[in-house]
């Protein structure tokens, strides 16, 4: 008995250790080339203290930027990081999201 427990225990934590946490699906991975989370990434994050999209995916994608000066804005982006500020004029962008395909 004391050793099926211990068979039980020991299954558990491997399920637990291989299983994935709730949320991170979308957020997580990073692409080979980069250390950076997919999706928005705030200027504090950055070297050029200027906000990012990491577009993990293969092909282009559309995202809406939210910016703090004017409405969002639609904007399509390839694969890799984007700096989505280039686009917005320099203003401070403060969300960027994933809606679809270009």
Not at 17 to 44: H, K, M, Q, W
Not at 57 to 73: A, C, L, M
């Amino acid at each position: 008995m004391k050793k099926l427990a211990i068979a039980s225990a020991w299954a558990v934590l491997a399920c637990i250790a291989i299983a994935p946490s709730a949320g991170a699906v979308e957020n997580s991975s990073a692409r080979a080339d980069t250390f950076y989370d997919c999706g928005f990434l705030p200027a504090y994050k950055t070297p050029g203290k200027r906000a990012w999209y990491n577009h993990c995916g293969d092909g282009p994608v559309k995202i809406i930027v939210e910016n703090i000066w004017f409405q969002d804005r639609e904007k399509c982006v390839p694969p890799g990081l984007t700096d989505i500020e280039y686009y917005s004029g320099g203003y401070t962008t403060r969300d960027a999201w994933y809606v679809g395909g270009c």
